[in-house]
């Protein structure tokens, strides 16, 4: 920022709001989510509890706000790779490690926090539902512009398919699983799926 540049209202705004955001990832990262309190995000933040509910009015609100802001991350995350996908057969299997690396990872660990959180917070599972929604169908929008040699419904069920394994996988990588029977899943998952696209 320039030297004497001051920061305007909505500038100040933005930034508090980001920091809640960045805090409430760590948070859920590193405590999880039954563990993530509101005083524990204002600290990390640096931000008054006052501040923080003149942006959300309490803890349902802010990890409804979490989960967009952790599907637009994920989402900036891979737009850069999905414009690089290699032609032919290969492009598949590309698509699936695209989706297998957005749901692995720290950003992936903070929101497997609040789908668990959700199946028994119905305040949390309302605000997710239209956000993980409208992540699916703007991600197979994408992709459907980019693999439009795939029927539609083909290419819905394939994605969906893919996104329940990757994110199982990505829970048994939590839990400590095997990570080689893993790697052999993931694999076998992109023969089938290649072979169905053929």
Known sequence: MPQGHHRTQAERSARTRAALLDATI???TELGHARTSMHEICVRAG????????HFTDKAELMAAAVRHLTTELTVRGGPALDRLPPGPDRVPAVIDLLWHSFSGTLA????????????????????RPVDRELGRSTLDRLA??????????LDTLYWLTVNLTRGLALDAELGGDRQRREHLLAEWKR???ALCA
């Open 109 to 128: 660990s903070a929101a497997m926090e609040l789908w668990v959180a959700a199946r028994t917070d119905p305040e949390l599972r309302a605000a997710m």
């Open 26 to 28: 760590a948070c859920l």
């Open 47 to 54: 931000v008054s509890k006052g501040a923080a509910q003149h």
């Open 192 to 194: 089938i799926a290649t």
């Open 145 to 154: 512009t980019l693999l439009d040699d795939i029927p539609r419904e083909r």
